[in-house]
Each structure stands twice: as structure tokens, then as C-alpha cells.
């Protein structure tokens, strides 16, 4: 039994200690679509995805400036075209970025990954159990990463590990049971709502601040310069600020205590 399983046993002791391997469909390593002969390739209606794209709730996202990407192979992008659910994470260097692919109209074309990505694929009666969810919230877990970083060995002669998708497969994970999933699945969103809140108030308050830095660093003759109109537009200003600034905190307050 490895560290993590017996840490797991005893974390849960009702539920059955199963692999990744066990609740998905498939786990591979991205590979690169422009492969082959120039003339061989002619599909390029698609998107090529970098975990430096990540929104708020863990979705990957296409920037704005995503560069045009050149003709693909057609028989590769069969294979390798994304699908809901599918999480990425990635192979080389410390494990830390983590994503999961949206729905399909969040995209405008067909969207793949790059060649430094593992990829987790669910079925689609995987799907409708929650099991990506589950899946993706548990790889983020410390002691999960503190086990994929100090116990699955390097594939690499360097200190940069790359981790492979047969490693993956065999990381042990919790079955947890329909009933207490969905419990679960709940409070991880609850939670995820309340912290993304969070940080909303907390990015507010900073900004907030940053304006009464710069009031504090007004010197008297540019507050004696101004006539009066200027005087009264700026404590207008200031004290709706002020006002939010104070309201800032309640507003978390309650937040917390809606969704708790």
C-alpha cells in the first residue's frame, strides 16, 4: 500500500480505494496535430488550447490573441479534438496547472491541446455521474499533489519531472458512492462560490485602498488649488468610496453566511 492509499484509508474508511485509471474513460498524453506531410495536412478550422488560459472556475479558455495555427492533419484531429469534461493538466515541470475543457459553445472551433498536456477523458455515463468533477477538485487537493511531486518517480534524467499517463492512471482516489457524491459535489461548489467572493471583495478593497493612497499623497496645494466645484466633485468621489469600502466587509459577511 503506498503513502497515499494508506492516508486515503484512513481519511475514508467506508468508501473503496480505486485508481484514476478506474473512473475515467481514458488518460493520455497530448499529442501534437501538425504531424506528416505539408500536403496532408488541410484542417484548420481549430484552436490550440495553453493552460496559461484559465478562467475563475477552472475552465479553459481561448485568449484573444491566439495566434492562427497551421494546417493540421485531419486523421490526427479525430483523435485529438477535446471534448466537455476533459481535464488537462500538466506533464512536465512542478504539478500545479490544471483545467477542464467547457462545453462546446464556449468555443468557436474545434479546440485541442499542446504537446506538454496529459488529458483525463470521461464517458459520457462518467459525465452524468459527476466523476470529472470530482476527478478535477481532487488532483487539486495538497497532500494529492505533494504525492504526485515527492512519490511518482521522474521520467527524465533531470530534476524537471515529467509525468507520464501510465504514472497517472495509477494514482489512487476514493470511489465515493452516488449519495454522498452529490453531497459532496455540492459543498465543493458552495465552497468554490464563497471563496471566488471572496476574492471579488478582496480585489475591491485593493483598488479602494490604492485610491486613498493616492489622496494621502496629495500635497495642500494641489487640495488648496482646487476651486470649489473641483473640492466638491472630489469628496463626492471620495466618500462613495468610503462608503463602499465600508460595505465591503458586510457584504462577505453575509455572502458567507447565505451560502454556508
Known sequence: MNPLEEL???????SQIVTLEYI????????????GRKENRGFTNYDELSLSNID????????DTAKIQEPASNGVM???????????????????KIAMVN???????????????LRLQFSQQQLE?????????YLQLPFVKEYIESYIPSSSSYDRKILNSTALSEIPIPFIKNEDRDLLLNFLSTRQHILLQADEIQNN??????????????????????NTNQCSNTLDSDMKSLETLIGVNDKLVEAIKDDI
Do not use: W
Not at 479525430?78 to 500545479?96: C, E, F, H, P, W
Not at 455521474?129 to 477538485?137: C, K, R, S
Open 8 to 14: 486515503l484509508s484512513k481519511k475514508f474508511p467506508k
Open 24 to 35: 475515467t474513460s481514458k488518460i493520455s498524453m497530448v499529442s501534437n496535430v501538425r504531424v
Open 56 to 63: 475563475r472556475y477552472g475552465f479553459i479558455y481561448i485568449s
Open 78 to 96: 479525430n483523435a485529438q479534438s477535446l471534448n466537455y469534461g476533459d481535464i488537462l493538466m500538466v506533464q512536465r515541470g512542478k504539478t500545479g
Open 103 to 117: 462545453k462546446k459553445e464556449f468555443y468557436k472551433k474545434i479546440i485541442v491541446g499542446n504537446n506538454s498536456m
Open 129 to 137: 455521474a459527476h466523476f470529472h468533477h470530482l476527478v478535477f477538485h
Open 205 to 226: 478593497i485593493e483598488k479602494l485602498l490604492l485610491q486613498y493612497k493616492d489622496l494621502q499623497n496629495n500635497t495642500l496645494d494641489d487640495i488648496f488649488n482646487c
